[in-house]
C-alpha cells in the first residue's frame, strides 16, 4: 500500500501545481489526466513487480515441497533396501526442505495478500482516473458555457450604454428629414412646373374647370338645404336658320377669347393650398366655440 500512498502524494502535488498557475482550464484538466495515466502506468508496473515476486515465492515453495516429497521417496526406497544410513540422510533433507517449505508458504501467502490488496487498488486507481475523465468533460463544458455567458455580459454591458442608441436615433430623425425634403423638393416642383399650357389644355379636354366648381358648390348648397335644388335646364332649341350664326359664333375668335379670359380670371384667383387649410381650421374653430 506504500506504492499508492506515494503515487497519490505525487498526484496531489502535480494537481496543485497546475491549479495553482492554471491559465487555461480545460487544457489544465486535460494535463491533469495525463499525469493521473502515468501515475497508473508506474502504479501497473510496481503491482505487475509485486506479482511477479509472489509467483517467484510460489514456485520456490512448490520447488521446496517437492523436494521434501522427493526425499521422502529416496527415504523409502533406502529402507526397502535395508540401507538405514541412507534412509536416515534422505530424511534429513526432506526435513530441510519441509521447513523450508513451510517459511515460504507463510512469505508467499502474505506476498499473495499483498498481491491481491494492490491489484484491487489499481483497479480502483483506474477507476478514478475514467470517473475523472468523464468529469472534465463535464467540466469542460461548464467552463465554456460560463465563459459564453460572461462575454454575452460583457455585450449586454456594453450594450447598456445609450450612445449607441442615441446615434441610430439620430441617424434614423437624419435620414426622416432627408425624405420629408425629398418630398418637399419634388412638391414645389411639381407646383412651379404644373401649370403649364400643356396641362391647361388636358382639363379642358378632360371636362374640369370652374363651370365643374360652380355646379358641385350649387349642388352642395343644394344637399344642405340653403338653397332650392336647380330646375332641369331645357333642351335648346333647335334653330334650323340659326345654324349658321351658331358655327359663326364658334369659330368668332372674340367669342373664345372672352371663355379664355374667364377661365385665367377664376384661376387667378385660385387660393394657396396652405392659405385655404388655414381658412378651414379657423372655420373649424368658429364651429366648435359655436
Excluded: C, Y
Excluded at 482550464?25 to 508506474?42: H, V
Excluded at 517449505?101 to 483506474?126: C, D, F, H
Excluded at 348648397?221 to 334650323?240: F, V
Excluded at 387660393?271 to 359655436?290: M, T, V
Amino acid at each position: 500500500m506504500g506504492i499508492f500512498t506515494k503515487l497519490s502524494t505525487v498526484i496531489k502535488s502535480n494537481i496543485n501545481d497546475l491549479i495553482s498557475r492554471a491559465e487555461n482550464p480545460e487544457k489544465m484538466l486535460n494535463q491533469i489526466i495525463i499525469d493521473m495515466r502515468d501515475q497508473l502506468a508506474k502504479a501497473k508496473r510496481e503491482v505487475a513487480a509485486a506479482i511477479a515476486d509472489e509467483r517467484k515465492l510460489k514456485a520456490q515453495l512448490e520447488t521446496e515441497v517437492k523436494q521434501a516429497r522427493d526425499w521422502q521417496h529416496r527415504a523409502m526406497l533406502a529402507v526397502k533396501e535395508g540401507r538405514d544410513d541412507l534412509a536416515k540422510q534422505a530424511l534429513l533433507r526432506q526435513q530441510e526442505h519441509t521447513e523450508r517449505a513451510q517459511a515460504l508458504q507463510q512469505t508467499w501467502e502474505s506476498q499473495a495478500g499483498e498481491t491481491e490488496k494492490l491489484k484491487g487498488s489499481l483497479r480502483q486507481l483506474n477507476d478514478k482516473i475514467e470517473e475523472a475523465k468523464r468529469k472534465r468533460n463535464l467540466l469542460v463544458a461548464k467552463q465554456k458555457r460560463a465563459q459564453a455567458q460572461r462575454r454575452i455580459h460583457e455585450t449586454m454591458s456594453g450594450l447598456s450604454d445609450t450612445s449607441a442608441f442615441e446615434a441610430f436615433n439620430r441617424m434614423a430623425d437624419k435620414i426622416e428629414e432627408q425624405e420629408r425634403q425629398s418630398l418637399a423638393h419634388a412638391e414645389v416642383t411639381a407646383d412651379l412646373g404644373g401649370d403649364t399650357l400643356e396641362t391647361e389644355f388636358m382639363k379642358l379636354e378632360s371636362g374640369t374647370g370652374t363651370a365643374d366648381v360652380e355646379d358641385q358648390l350649387l349642388a352642395l348648397k343644394a344637399d344642405m338645404g340653403l338653397i332650392a335644388p336647380p330646375e332641369p335646364a331645357e333642351k335648346p332649341k333647335r334653330l334650323e336658320a340659326g345654324e349658321d350664326s351658331v358655327e359663326a359664333e364658334k369659330s368668332d375668335p372674340g367669342v373664345q377669347d372672352a371663355e379664355v379670359e374667364e377661365v385665367s380670371e377664376v384661376e387667378a384667383k385660385k387660393i394657396p393650398e396652405a392659405q385655404l387649410l388655414s381658412e378651414f381650421d379657423k372655420l373649424e374653430e368658429k364651429q366648435a366655440e359655436g
